[in-house]
């Protein structure tokens, strides 16, 4: 595409490979920029305040170990870190309500046997908790790049598969039982010497197991997703991912065996998730609250697809609310017909932060330097002082 301006009529004639897989309201579009990816743009003028999308069930999703006790784990309702009296101890989840217990119990017992994959997943995870060790120091010598991460993830494919086949065996013989009793083995190495982050990544990639079985959909759309960063940055974490990965797949009843998804994927979706995801912040549960996502405490993230076509701007068109598991996005001011709309990803801070602040901030975090209208003012007036 060799047009850096576009009408209407250019943006309806385009087709966007991925976009079909995303239902949008009429009023918005999706369009492949040239080599800048995939933005959204208003096919109409907008008004201020306008409801533009809210999210569906469809996302991945995580809280955090420290906090599972006071997050409900399916409307996210938080309490000003009270603890929920409503648990299932043996999946390691709570809700505020008996309403929310019931749809989400009935949600995960829609697949035979991803009830009891949960709580393998548990019973894992608790035994981590139990080990005192300290993860070894010489393991971050290496800062992995994109190719060294590619390869390792593709080399523990054929390991993942003897997996896969040791489970579809009625009688595994003694090199498959010993294969599965090492996988499990390394996976509760200590990674971190914080046992409740070594629980978060166990659990954030049972997650991506869990929604491939319930919403194999979710997944496919993650994948024609783009990153711009790699999902770990020191050795010990790539490390880490794969190990918890391998011992994951083990932990599957046969019947799920199938849902299992391939060490490639599973890297793809570990580099979209961090480029990609919305935090979970105690801020913005159910009241709109004065303090920016950052002066709040993190308590998960969201991984939701269809949001991941939103590109940033320190000066955005859009506000993003979330009221429990529901994103709403709605404009901030005038927005004129094929124009593209941004939202943040600085939860707020975007206000108060100088420009060098900001770009390093979305460095750090989203693997990019903002040019955005605002940054690109700023920076030439500093350049000009």
Same mark, same amino acid.
């Given at each position: 595409m060799d047009k850096t301006n576009y009408t209407s009529d250019d943006i309806e004639s385009r087709y966007t490979p991925g976009a079909g897989w995303f239902i949008y309201p009429p009023q918005l579009l999706i369009l492949i920029k040239q080599n800048k990816g995939i933005g959204v743009f208003a096919k109409r003028q907008l008004q201020p305040k306008q409801t533009l999308y809210e999210t569906s069930d469809e996302y991945f999703s995580i809280i955090y170990r420290r906090h599972w006790k006071e997050v409900c784990a399916f409307c996210y309702n938080y309490d000003s870190g009270l603890d929920w009296k409503l648990k299932e101890n043996h999946i390691g989840v709570v809700f505020c309500s008996e309403e929310c217990r019931?749809?989400?119990m009935k949600r995960i017992e829609i697949a035979p046997d991803l009830h009891?994959?949960?709580?393998?997943?548990e019973e894992f995870s608790r035994k981590r908790k139990q080990?005192?060790?300290?993860p070894d120091p010489e393991d971050d010598d290496i800062i992995p790049d994109r190719r060294i991460i590619e390869e390792s993830w593709t080399d523990s494919q054929n390991t993942l598969l003897d997996i896969v086949n040791t489970l579809a065996s009625d009688k595994p013989n003694k090199a498959q039982r010993k294969l599965l009793s090492e996988v499990q083995a390394a996976g509760l190495r200590a990674y971190d010497e914080d046992s409740d982050t070594d629980i978060d990544s166990i659990k954030n990639l049972?997650?991506?197991?869990a929604t491939n079985v319930l919403s194999p959909s979710t997944v496919a759309h993650t994948l024609t997703l783009s990153s711009t960063i790699e999902p770990c940055t020191l050795s010990r974490l790539l490390d880490q991912q794969i190990n918890?990965?391998?011992?994951l797949v083990s932990l599957l009843p046969p019947s799920l065996s199938q849902y299992a998804l391939s060490a490639p994927s599973i890297a793809k979706i570990l580099a979209v998730d961090r480029s990609n995801s919305f935090g979970i912040w105690s801020g913005s549960s159910d009241l709109k609250c +004065?303090? +920016?996502?950052?002066?709040s405490e993190l308590l998960g993230s969201m991984l939701v697809p269809s949001l991941s076509r939103f590109n940033h701007s320190c000066?955005?068109?859009v506000s993003k609310q979330r009221s429990r598991h529901t994103w709403t996005f709605s404009t901030t001011d005038v927005v004129n017909a094929d124009q593209e709309i941004f939202i943040t990803y600085l939860g707020g801070d975007e206000k108060t932060l100088n420009v060098d602040d900001r770009r390093q901030r979305l460095v750090n975090?989203?693997?990019?330097?903002c040019r955005c209208v605002k940054c690109t003012n700023e920076s030439t007036q500093s350049d000009i002082d």
């Open positions: 019931s749809k989400f009891a994959f949960l709580i393998s997943v080990l005192k060790t300290a049972a997650s991506y197991i918890h990965y391998l011992a +004065t303090h +920016t996502e950052e002066r000066s955005p068109t975090g989203w693997g990019f330097i």
